[in-house]
């Protein structure tokens, strides 16, 4: 029995972990999980699981009288603890934002196995992660669907085998259609073949989320970002591909189904001998394949561009980012606007070469003040 930690229970995917861990109670128990502020999910989830470990933003003086088996652990250092809690087995990173880095890192310091959807910790902090992984004989496993199955197409092949490795994208709801200042909320949240959380979808909107999983594939399977080709498959069924030399091509399809990589990550290195969600049939419809349009995304490349500069950029990028996409679904900005300011916060910030960890978590802090003041002072023009 593996007893799992997971952090942000009440996301999207969290959900999708949770459905895992119902359909195998005999192999997996939820020990713990973050829920942050949606108490009553919280009630909902400890009446089911039973866990003996939760965190939450605050403290509820209600809940421990409810539930005197639980213990309550509060706030970001509540989360951390949690992570590296030694009764744990698995942590499973599925909160938002750079609040990931510092539990992720936790984890992998007390040689966890760290199943991780957290992007933005390994976009920020990618570097220290993998050392950390390294030298406490940590285990990392990606999460997202595109990096999970990258993770398993590249087992066994030495990189001097490998041309390219391919990371897929719908295209979003914009993939044929102009980006404008008619463009509403609703429109952004129209993702045409995922069902995800808001701040991921505005993201995938934009081609912000691949821009960021190019950074990730990076750190993750020891690349450059020259040897990463984004293509568009508005299918989202061919979640990677790798190119190798000789010409021939290895591919991983499943449905768009966050159920699926959660099953996987899960049962890794084992397989599952059946298949709880149903059997996926790739013959159903045609696949297609397109190059992206940088002048329309012109996020994808400026992101190639602060993955060659590196230093604290990628952690200044997750954390404009993060702002912009919060104030833009408040209504106080114009999503066509998003990219020219993202590129506007990055470049204007110095950059550090070579960074310790606690200076890429000082540039978090400060990119997200620098963001909201750009915003709050000169924000007239950015709801127009």
Wanted: aromatic content about 8%; hydrophobic content about 40%; proline content about 6%.
């Amino acid at each position: 029995m593996r007893r799992i930690c997971l952090l942000g229970a009440t996301g999207s995917v969290g959900g999708s972990v949770l459905s895992v861990i119902r359909q195998y109670p005999e192999l997996f128990t939820l020990y713990g999980f973050s829920a942050w502020s949606n108490i009553g999910k919280t009630i909902a989830l400890i009446e089911e699981f039973a866990p003996k470990y939760v965190v939450l933003a605050q403290e509820h003086p209600d809940l421990p009288l409810m539930f005197p088996n639980v213990e309550f652990m509060f706030g970001e250092e509540g989360i951390v603890d949690l992570a590296m809690h030694e009764e744990n087995d698995t942590i499973i990173n599925a909160v938002t934002g750079t609040a990931g880095f510092l539990p992720s890192l936790g984890a992998l310091k007390k040689g966890k196995t760290l199943i991780i959807a957290n992007k933005e910790s390994l976009v920020a902090g990618g570097k220290f992660l993998i050392e950390a992984e390294k030298k406490y004989n940590g285990s990392i496993i990606p999460l997202d669907s595109e990096h999970l199955a990258l993770f398993d197409l590249l087992r066994g092949k030495e990189s001097s085998e490998i041309e390219e490795i391919i990371l897929t994208a719908s295209g979003g709801p914009f993939l044929h259609k102009e980006i404008n200042e008619t463009i509403s909320i609703e429109d952004v949240l129209n993702h045409p073949t995922w069902k995800m959380g808001m701040h991921i979808t505005v993201n995938s909107a934009n081609m912000m989320n691949k821009g960021l999983e190019l950074i990730e594939a990076i750190y993750l399977f020891g690349t450059t970002e020259d040897k990463i080709r984004i293509l568009i498959h508005p299918q989202s069924l061919v979640h990677g591909a790798v190119h190798c030399k000789g010409s021939h091509w290895h591919m991983l399809a499943s449905p768009t189904d966050m159920r699926y990589p959660a099953l996987y990550a899960l049962f890794f290195p084992e397989t599952p001998k059946e298949a709880p969600f149903g059997i996926y049939d790739p013959t159903r419809e045609p696949l297609e394949f397109l190059e992206p349009d940088e002048k329309k995304f012109p996020l994808l490349p400026f992101i190639r561009q602060v993955a060659r500069e590196n230093g604290v950029l990628p952690a200044v990028l997750c954390a404009a980012n993060e702002v912009i996409v919060e104030k833009f679904l408040e209504g106080r900005i114009k999503f066509y606007k998003i990219p020219d300011l993202i590129q506007e916060i990055v470049e204007n910030y110095p950059n550090i070469a070579n960074p310790s960890a606690e200076e890429i978590l000082i540039a978090d802090k400060k990119a997200r003040i620098l963001t909201l003041e750009r915003i709050t002072f000169k924000g007239d023009d950015l709801r127009l």
